[in-house]
C-alpha cells in the first residue's frame, strides 16, 4: 500500500474476461490528471488503458520493493503489513495454526476472496483449515508460492464473482509472475526475535533464460527454515495431586505455545513463446513442500473440572494419566506436511480483425498430512505407542478456459470492449491416507473407571500410595479413549467430486471523455447446488482532472467447499477448552456430512449456497500529478454463512445416536448455513511523492474501517422433540467484533542515492473475544468475554543498493517490541498460553533481520 513504482501487467483468466500485459517502467506524467502515483492497470476490467486512479472500482498494486521492504518472508504475512482491508491473524498456533496462509479482505473469511496467480484460479488446499475468528474452510494456501517468483501482486477490493466466478465476494488477489529472460538474483535472510525463538534462514533466487529470440524462460526457488517462538507462561492451576509435592517443586514454566516452527521449499518456472506476431504459449509450474510444528495442549496427571476456580480438583487423578509412561505432565505436538503442485498451459491468438482469444488448461493438486508426537492412547495403558499418524487428504481442481476480447467500433461511444468465455472445472476432495489406528480404537482398558483402575488388582494400584489425599473410589468417569488428536478413521474416509461449467459476457466502454460504465453477466451450473447467474455493473464518472466519481453493484456465489461437504470426522471427548477445564459428558463425538441421512436426526439440512450482493461507491482525488487521494464506501451483504454448530449434547441426542446404531456416541456438530452478514466499510489511501534535488520522499496514509452485524439467525435445532442451540451468541459476537473494525497504515520512503530508509506505522483497533451465549457472564468452562485494546507497532529498514551487483537490508519489525493485550487467567489455554489466537499482528514481539542480495 506505499507508492506505486511498477506498472500492473497481467493476464487474468480463469473465466474472466481476457485480458493481455502492459508494462511501464515509469508512471505517466503529462496529461491532466496523470501523475507519477498512477499505473496503467487491468484487473477488474476488460480495457487495456484504465489506471490505478481512472479505474471504476478500487485496485491496488504492490511492487517487489514493497514486499521486500516488510522484512516478510512469506507472502501472506507481506499483505498483512501493506494492505489496509487484509486481516488474517498472524498468531495462529496448535491446531489453529495448521501451516495455511489465505488472504482476507473486508473483514470476512478467506473463503471469500478469490486468489489468481497470472490470472489462473488456484487450488486450495485439502485440509478444512480453522482461523479464528472464522469457521473452517478449504482455502488457497498462499505461502506455496515462491516469494521470489512474484513481480507483483494486484488486488481488487470488490466484489467480482461475475467476472473471476464463484469466491470472488469480498474481492480477488492476483499473484504476478516474474517473466524475464535475463538476469537473476539470490538473497539469503537471516533474522530472529529479540525476546527468543524464532530463528529464521531463508534462502531464495531466480533466474531469467530466454528461447531464442521469442521466448523466456524465468526460474525461482525459495527455501525457508524458523524455529518456533515460545511465549508460554507458568500455569496458572493446580497441576498435580493435593499432598503430592510436585505442587511445589514443579517448574510450572514446562509448556510451549507460541509460533509454530515451519520448513518450507518452494520452486516455480514461468514461461512464454511466441510463434508470431499473433500466435503465441504461455504456462507455469510450481512445486511446494511444506512442514509445520505446532504444540498442542499439556495433559496432566490431576483432574480437570469446572467446579474448582483453580481449573483443577485435587482429589482426582484424570483418565487421560498413563503413570508408567509419563509420570508427570506430557506436552503433545503436532507436525503437518502439504505437498503441493500446480501448472497452466495455454495458448493466446490475436490480430485486429479477429480480437484475441486465450485458451488454456490448468491443474492443481494438494495433499495434507498430519502426526501427532509425545502424545499416547490412554485405553492402551503403559504398551501404547506415544506417536501416531493420523492421516491425510487430497484435493485436485483442473480446468479449461476460454476467453475473447474485442475492440468494437461503435460510433456513438469513444471505445466499446466486448469480453466472452467459457469455462469448464473439475473439483476434488477426499481421503488420501487413514490415520493409524492404535491412535483412536479402543485398547483393554477401555471402559473401565478409575476406581477400577487404581484398585485392589488394578494396573495402576502401584501408584496410589503416592497420591494420598485422591478419592480412587471415583466412578463417574471412564478412562480416555484415543490420543490427544484422533487421525482418520475408516469409518470416516471418503471423496466428493463437482463439476462446473458456464460461461460469460461483458462490455466496457468509455461512453464519454468522462464517463466510462461496464457491464459482466455470469451463468454457472454446479454439478451438485445447480445453476447461479450474476452481475457486476461499474461506472466512473469525472467532473473535473482532479475529482472523480465510481462506482459498483454486484452480486456472488459461493458454493460450499468440498472438504466442508464432504468431510466427516469421529473422536472422544477431550477435556480440553480454553481454561482447560472439561464440560462435555464423556463419550464419542461426531462432525457429520451434512449430506448423511444419519444426521438429519440431529437436524442437520443439506448446505446452501452462500450468496452476496456488494455496493459501492467512491472518489479519486487527484490534487496534482505527485499525490491522490482515494475514498471507497462499501456494503457486502452475504446469505446463509456457513458455520460450524455448537457440540449437541444432552439425552435426545444420546438416544438419536444410539437409535442410528452409534452406541457410545453422545455428541454431535455438522456444517450449517447460520446466517446473514451485512459489513460496512470504508477505505482510504492517500500518498504523496516530494522530489528534490537528489532525494525523493514518499509518503502513503491507508485505513480501513468496517462494521459487520448479523441477522436471521438459524439458532436451534431440535432433537428427539428438545429444542438445542446450534448457534451460540459467542459465534455471532465473534463475527462481529472478532476482528479489528479499523486499521491504519502510515508508511515513509526516504531514498537519496544507493541509500533507502523505510519507516510504517500499523494501528490495529480493540477487537474481541467471545464466548458464552451471553456476552460478558462466563461460561460453564471459566471463560469470559475480553475486549483486547487497540495495538500499535513500528516497523523500520534501512538498505544499500551499491553501484555493483549487490544490497544489503537491515529490517526491524516491532521495533518498540510491543505485545498484545494478554488473557486473563480464566481464558488461558490449559492454563499456559497468555495470548490469544486472534491477535491481528501475533505475540513474538521484536523481530530483527538482514540480507544480502547479489544480481547478475
Known amino acids: 500500500m506505499r507508492s506505486y513504482s511498477t506498472a500492473l501487467a497481467a493476464l487474468l483468466g480463469a473465466a474472466a474476461p481476457t485480458i493481455y500485459a502492459q508494462d511501464v517502467n515509469t508512471a505517466v506524467a503529462g496529461a491532466a490528471g496523470e501523475g507519477v502515483l498512477d499505473t496503467v492497470v487491468v484487473l477488474g476490467t476488460a480495457r487495456q488503458d484504465t489506471t490505478a486512479l481512472t479505474s471504476t472500482a478500487p485496485v491496488d498494486v504492490i511492487t517487489p520493493e514493497q514486499l521486500r521492504e516488510t522484512g516478510a518472508v512469506t507472502i501472506n504475512q507481506a499483505l498483512s503489513k501493506l494492505h489496509p482491508s487484509f486481516n488474517f491473524p498472524q498468531g495462529q498456533n496448535a491446531v489453529k495454526g495448521q501451516g495455511v496462509r489465505a488472504a482476507s479482505l473486508r473483514g470476512v473469511g478467506p ?15 485439502a485440509q478444512l483449515s480453522g482461523t479464528d475468528p472464522w469457521p473452517a474452510a478449504q482455502v488457497v494456501d498462499l505461502n506455496v508460492l515462491p516469494v521470489s517468483a512474484v513481480q507483483r501482486v494486484e488486488v481488487l477490493r470488490d466484489g467480482a464473482a461475475a467476472q473471476y466466478g464463484s469466491d470472488a465476494i469480498a474481492g480477488v488477489v ?23 525463538g524464532g530463528f529464521t534462514r531463508s534462502v531464495n533466487g531466480w533466474t531469467g533464460l530466454s528461447i531464442g529470440d521469442n521466448g523466456f524462460v524465468t526460474l525461482s526457488a525459495d527455501f525457508l527454515k524458523n524455529d518456533n517462538v515460545d511465549r508460554s507462561e507458568e500455569d496458572w492451576r493446580q497441576l498435580f495431586p493435593n499432598g503430592d509435592p510436585r505442587n511445589e517443586t514443579f517448574d510450572k514454566k514446562y509448556g510451549q505455545w507460541g509460533q509454530q516452527a515451519r520448513e518450507h521449499f518452494s520452486a516455480l518456472v514461468n514461461a512464454g513463446y511466441e510463434f508470431s506476431d499473433s500466435v503465441s504459449a504461455y504456462g507455469w509450474a510450481n512445486y511446494a513442500h511444506k512442514e509445520g510444528l505446532n504444540y498442542v495442549n499439556p495433559e496432566r496427571i490431576v483432574k480437570a473440572v469446572t467446579s474448582n476456580p483453580t481449573g483443577t480438583d485435587g482429589t482426582r487423578i484424570s483418565e487421560t494419566a498413563v503413570l508408567g509412561v509419563y509420570p508427570d505432565i506430557y506436552q503433545p505436538y503436532m507436525t503437518y506436511t502439504a505437498e503441493d503442485i500446480a501448472a497452466v498451459a495455454g495458448l493466446r491468438f490475436s490480430n485486429e480483425s479477429f480480437g484475441e482469444l486465450d485458451t488454456a488448461v ?18 492402551l495403558g503403559p504398551d501404547s505407542p506415544t506417536d501416531f499418524y493420523l492421516g491425510s487428504w487430497q484435493s485436485r481442481t483442473t480446468s479449461v478456459t476460454s476467453d475473447y476480447r474485442k475492440e468494437l467500433p461503435v460510433g456513438w461511444v469513444e471505445s466499446l470492449v466486448a469480453s466472452a468465455g467459457a469455462l469448464f472445472r473439475h473439483e476434488y476432495w477426499g481421503t488420501e491416507d487413514l490415520g493409524d489406528p492404535r491412535g483412536y480404537n479402543g485398547g483393554p482398558l477401555a471402559g473401565l473407571t478409575v476406581a477400577q483402575l487404581y484398585g ?7 501408584y496410589v500410595s503416592q497420591f494420598p489425599g485422591v478419592n480412587f473410589a471415583d466412578t463417574s468417569r471412564i478412562p480416555a479413549t484415543g490420543s490427544s488428536t484422533a487421525g482418520i478413521r475408516a469409518e470416516d474416509a471418503g471423496s466428493i467430486t463437482r463439476n462446473v461449467k458456464g460461461g460469460y459476457v461483458g462490455f466496457d466502454a468509455a461512453v464519454t471523455d ?3 460504465v461496464g457491464l459482466t453477466a455470469r451463468y454457472e451450473d454446479y454439478s451438485d447446488f445447480g445453476d447461479t447467474s450474476n452481475y457486476r455493473l461499474t461506472a466512473r464518472y469525472e467532473f473535473i482532472p482532479a475529482l472523480a466519481l465510481r462506482g459498483t453493484v454486484s452480486t456472488g456465489f459461493h458454493a460450499p467447499s468440498l472438504a466442508q461437504l464432504g468431510n466427516q470426522s469421529s473422536g472422544y471427548t477431550s477435556n480440553w477448552s480454553n ?9 464419542r463425538t461426531r462432525v457429520f456430512r451434512t449430506a448423511d441421512p444419519t444426521a438429519a436426526a440431529f437436524g442437520a439440512k443439506p448446505l446452501e449456497p452462500e450468496e452476496s450482493t456488494t455496493y459501492s461507491v467512491g472518489f479519486v482525488i487527484r490534487p496534482d500529478s505527485s499525490s491522490s487521494i482515494t475514498i471507497d464506501a462499501y456494503r457486502l ?17 444420546t438416544a438419536a445416536f444410539n437409535a442410528a446404531g452409534l452406541n457410545g456416541y453422545t455428541q454431535a456438530s455438522y456444517y450449517w448455513n447460520a446466517w446473514d452478514a451485512k459489513t460496512d466499510g470504508v477505505d482510504l489511501v492517500a500518498r504523496k511523492q516530494f522530489d528534490f534535488a537528489n532525494s525523493t520522499l514518499d509518503l502513503t496514509a491507508a485505513a480501513s474501517w468496517l462494521d459487520t452485524e448479523v441477522s436471521d439467525v438459524n439458532r436451534e435445532v431440535t432433537i428427539g422433540g428438545a429444542p438445542l442451540i446450534a448457534i451460540r451468541n459467542a459465534k455471532i459476537r465473534d463475527a462481529e ?16 542515492g544507493a541509500w533507502a530508509a523505510d519507516a510504517t506505522v500499523t494501528r490495529y483497533d480493540e477487537y474481541r473475544y467471545n464466548v458464552g451465549d451471553v456476552a460478558g457472564v462466563a461460561a460453564a468452562n471459566g471463560n469470559v468475554d475480553q475486549i483486547f485494546s487497540p495495538e500499535t507497532y513500528l516497523d523500520l529498514g534501512v538498505s544499500y543498493q551499491s553501484q555493483g551487483a549487490w544490497r544489503v537490508d537491515v529490517l526491524v519489525q516491532n521495533v518498540l517490541n510491543d505485545y498484545p493485550d494478554k488473557y486473563v487467567n480464566g481464558n488461558r489455554a490449559s492454563g499456559i498460553n497468555p495470548y490469544s489466537f486472534i491477535a491481528p499482528n501475533g505475540a513474538s514481539g521484536r523481530f530483527v533481520q538482514g540480507s544480502f542480495t547479489y544480481s547478475f
Request: no cysteine.
Open 111 to 125: 473463503a471469500y476472496t478469490l486468489i489468481l496467480v497470472n490470472g489462473k484460479r488456484r487450488n486450495v488446499s
Open 174 to 196: 492476483n499473484i504476478v509472475l516474474k517473466d524475464n529472460s535475463s538476469g537473476g538474483d539470490v538473497t539469503a535472510n537471516v533474522g530472529e526475535y529479540t525476546d527468543g
Open 362 to 379: 490448468s491443474f492443481g493438486q494438494n495433499e495434507t498430512g498430519r502426526h501427532t508426537y509425545s502424545t499416547i492412547n490412554p485405553s
Open 456 to 462: 485392589p488388582g488394578g494396573i495402576y494400584n502401584q
Open 514 to 516: 468522462k464517463f466510462d
Open 579 to 587: 481454561s482447560g477445564t472439561g464440560v462435555f459428558a464423556p463419550g
Open 637 to 653: 451483504q452475504i446469505d446463509d454463512v456457513i458455520q460450524v454448530t455448537e457440540t449437541l449434547q444432552g439425552p435426545t441426542v
Open 737 to 752: 467484533t472478532g476482528t479489528p473494525s479499523n486499521k491504519v497504515i502510515l508508511n515513509g520512503r526516504y531514498t537519496i
